[in-house]
């Protein structure tokens, strides 16, 4: 890292990579167009090892001409937290902006993170919500409609685009080694608790690799859940955050039991269970509808919803049956 470039560094980008190069472009170039004076430092903590490529390479240069660029490699059994807590010890930057490698950030980002938590001395952390891509379909317009819905105040953010003092990261826990997914909502629910997140509509990102259609968004929720249960160890739960437990496990449990009576000749009590199925969604659904202008009608909603709490609750299971322990985890992660 050039010291003289360092001195110097507003804001530190790090970048978690693993493959999907050209989205990573993307990301870079919308980082190279922030609206800020001075320099940006990009750490890139790489898995795949073609990122150290020299092609690569020169395809970032001519991507990015704000200051340093970084490349630190780190083994394939480590975690995205792991990645980003030790690219935040590399980072020479006054601020801390924690970006997955598939985003587009609105060219005033930065500036509007800044503001954000300047005029919110209290909050440690700021975020800007979700847009849809120009290529849309309903589930990325659902995904950025809940994340515009809670504009404000907030108990946690996803880590698609965070933005922190280094001075405040280096006082609180930082992201948790241990977890695979769901990493993100216990580092902000910390912050949230310590001082306060604040989520700005000021400015945006896309998600470029957001979900398209109802088969990645399964696939990649029951990933997510694997998680949830182990993010509870170690820290005191929220009343709030209960119903991200709960839900779930009623929906699936109460899927998979109407499913059951329904093959086995129970036919009207499998029937009202399977509405009794359907409520959560629902309310989920009209709960968005209130909140946000989602241009989706409320059946496609509903069935979002149903979706999205089925792969949860498999995720879920599949974490308690994974046969990893805390402990194992914790051991690999430091090794």
């Known amino acids: ?16 990579h ?66 980003r807590n030790f690219g935040a010890e590399r980072a020479s930057g006054k601020y801390l902006a924690f970006i997955d490698a598939d985003v587009r ?30 290529d849309k379909t309903d589930v990325d317009v659902i995904k950025s409609s809940m994340s515009q819905a809670n504009a404000g105040r907030v108990n946690a953010l996803p880590g698609n685009a965070l933005f922190v003092e280094k001075s405040v990261f280096n006082r609180y826990p930082k992201f948790p080694e241990h977890l695979e997914t769901c990493e993100d909502w216990v580092f902000t629910n910390t912050l949230a608790l310590a001082g306060g997140v604040v989520l700005s509509d000021d400015s945006h990102f896309v998600h470029l690799g957001e979900d398209k259609n109802y088969r990645t968004l399964f696939k990649k929720e029951i990933w997510r859940g694997t998680s949830n249960l182990g993010s509870i160890n170690g820290r005191k739960i929220e009343l709030a955050e209960l119903p991200s437990f709960v839900v779930p496990v009623v929906v699936g449990g109460s899927f998979l039991l109407a499913i059951c009576l329904i093959l086995f000749g129970a036919l009207l009590p499998g029937l009202l269970l399977m509405l009794f199925t359907l409520l959560a969604p629902v309310l989920y659904a009209i709960r968005l509808k209130r909140k946000s202008a989602v241009p989706v009608a409320m059946p496609v909603l509903v069935y979002f919803y149903l979706v999205y709490f089925l792969a949860r609750a498999i995720g879920m299971v599949k974490g308690v049956f994974s046969g990893v322990t805390f402990q194992e985890r914790m051991k690999t992660t430091h090794e």
């Open 105 to 134: 950030l609105a060219p005033d980002w930065v500036s509007v993170m800044t503001r954000s938590l300047r005029e919110n001395p209290e909050c440690l952390l700021s975020g800007a919500v979700q847009h849809p891509d120009v």
């Open 18 to 83: 693993h493959g999907r190069d050209a989205l990573l472009v993307e990301t870079v170039k919308s980082i190279s167009a922030q609206a800020v004076e001075g320099a940006i430092e990009l750490i890139i903590i790489s898995k795949d090892s073609g990122a150290t490529s020299e092609s690569l390479r020169q395809t970032l240069g001519s991507a990015f001409d704000r200051g340093n660029v970084e490349f630190i490699p780190i083994a394939d059994g480590k975690t995205i937290s792991y990645g």
């Open 1 to 16: 890292m050039d010291d003289n470039n360092s001195k110097n560094v507003i804001v530190s980008f790090i970048i978690p």
